[in-house]
C-alpha cells in the first residue's frame, strides 16, 4: 500500500488545501474539533469517500444539516468532514470522524486500501458491507442533486487530489459512496472513473493554483551608481564626503542646495561624480537588496562614518 494512513492534522489539510490552490471557508470556528470521535476511530484512512447531497440551490441549508446531523434519524453530525458548493468552495464541516460513509463492502475497501480501484470502470459492490468506511475514508459532500456545476466538479477532482497528493495516494485511492455500498447511489452523475482519471490527471500535473496567478511584476530598474552617488549628496540633514573624478575630497556641510556644487566647482553632471561613500554602501549588504529601506539604513550609518573616511582618503577640504 503506498504513501501513509496517518490521518492528517487539521493543518496539514488545510496546508494541503492551500497548496493546491483550493478555496476553503470554516462553516463555524470550531470545525477543527467537531466530530464524532467519542463514536469510534478516526483512522487510519485509505482514501477519499465522494458523495453527494441535496439539490441545487440551497446550499446555506445543506450546510446546516451537514453540521448538525439529523437526531431525529439517529444521525448526529458532522455528516462528512467537507462540503462543496456551487461555486466549488469547500466548506469545512468537521475533522476527525464523520458520520458519512456507513458500512462498506471489504472487496470495494480491499481496492481502496490497495491503492487499485480502476481507472476504466466503476465499482459496483456486492453487499451492504461490513467495513467501517467513517474510520477508514474522509469524505465530502458535493452539494447538488442531479449534476454538479463545472467549478464543483473542479473540486470534486481536485481535493481529492489535494488529500492523495499529502498521503502519497494515487488517484485510485478515490471511491464513489455507491461503490463502497449496494444500498447507495451517490455521488450522482458523475461516473466515478473519470473522477478518478481527473484525479489522476491533475496528480499528473501537480498543485498547481486553480487560478492563474498574476503576473510578475516587471523587475525593478536598476539603480546606476551615479543615481545612488546624487542621492547621497542631496540627502538632507548630514554632511557627506564627495571625492570627484579628479581626487578631490570636500565635506559638504548638512542642507547644502544642490546648486552649492556648482558654484563650489564641483561636478553636478552624475556621470562625472564620484563618492566615496558609495563603495561603501555598495559593499553593505543592505543597499545591496537596492530596497529604498535598506539604502536609507546605509545612509544614515556611512553618515556617522563620513569624518573616518574624509581621513582615510586624506583629502578632506572643507568649505
Ligand atoms: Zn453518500
Redesign the pocket.
Known amino acids: 500500500m503506498p504513501g501513509t494512513s496517518t490521518p492528517l492534522t487539521a493543518e496539514q489539510m488545510t496546508a494541503a488545501l492551500d497548496l493546491w490552490g483550493i478555496r476553503w471557508k470554516p462553516y463555524r470556528p470550531d470545525w477543527a474539533t467537531h466530530n464524532r470521535n467519542s463514536a469510534g476511530a478516526s483512522g487510519p484512512k485509505n482514501g477519499v469517500?465522494c458523495?453527494?447531497?441535496g439539490s441545487e440551490g440551497r446550499d446555506v441549508d445543506q450546510l446546516a444539516y451537514l453540521w448538525d446531523g439529523d437526531l431525529a434519524r439517529g444521525m448526529p453530525g458532522p455528516l462528512c468532514q467537507w462540503a462543496i458548493d456551487d461555486a466549488g468552495v469547500v466548506w469545512l464541516i468537521g475533522w476527525g470522524r464523520a458520520l458519512?460513509?456507513g458500512q462498506g463492502d471489504p472487496t470495494s475497501y480491499g481496492l481502496m486500501l490497495n491503492d487499485l480501484l480502476p481507472l476504466d470502470r466503476d465499482v459496483v459492490p456486492a453487499t451492504f458491507g461490513s467495513v467501517d468506511m467513517n474510520t477508514h475514508a474522509y469524505?465530502y459532500?458535493a452539494l447538488y442533486g442531479v449534476k454538479p456545476t463545472q467549478a464543483q466538479y473542479d473540486t470534486m477532482v481536485r481535493l481529492p487530489a489535494a488529500i492523495c497528493h499529502a498521503h502519497g495516494w494515487t488517484a485510485r485511492s478515490v471511491m464513489g459512496?455507491?461503490e463502497s455500498t449496494n444500498v447507495?447511489s451517490?455521488?450522482v452523475g458523475v461516473p466515478m472513473w473519470r473522477l478518478r482519471r481527473d484525479v489522476a490527471a491533475a496528480l499528473a500535473a501537480g498543485p498547481t493554483p486553480a487560478t492563474p496567478s498574476p503576473p510578475p511584476a516587471p523587475a525593478p530598474k536598476p539603480v546606476t551608481p551615479e543615481e545612488e552617488t546624487m542621492r547621497l549628496i542631496t540627502a538632507p540633514g548630514r554632511p557627506w564626503a564627495i571625492l570627484s573624478a579628479s581626487g578631490t575630497m570636500t565635506i559638504v556641510p548638512p542642507g547644502t542646495p544642490a546648486a552649492t556644487y556648482t558654484a563650489l566647482g564641483l561636478p553636478t553632471t552624475p556621470g562625472q561624480v564620484t563618492v566615496a561613500v558609495y563603495d561603501a554602501l555598495r559593499a553593505s549588504s543592505e543597499a545591496q537588496k537596492a530596497d529604498a529601506a535598506g539604502v536609507k539604513a546605509a545612509i544614515d550609518r556611512l553618515g556617522t562614518q563620513v569624518g573616518q573616511l574624509a581621513t582615510a582618503l586624506d583629502k578632506p577640504r572643507a568649505v
Do not use: K, T, V
Open positions: 469517500l458523495h453527494n447531497f458519512h460513509g469524505g459532500e459512496h455507491r447507495r451517490d455521488p
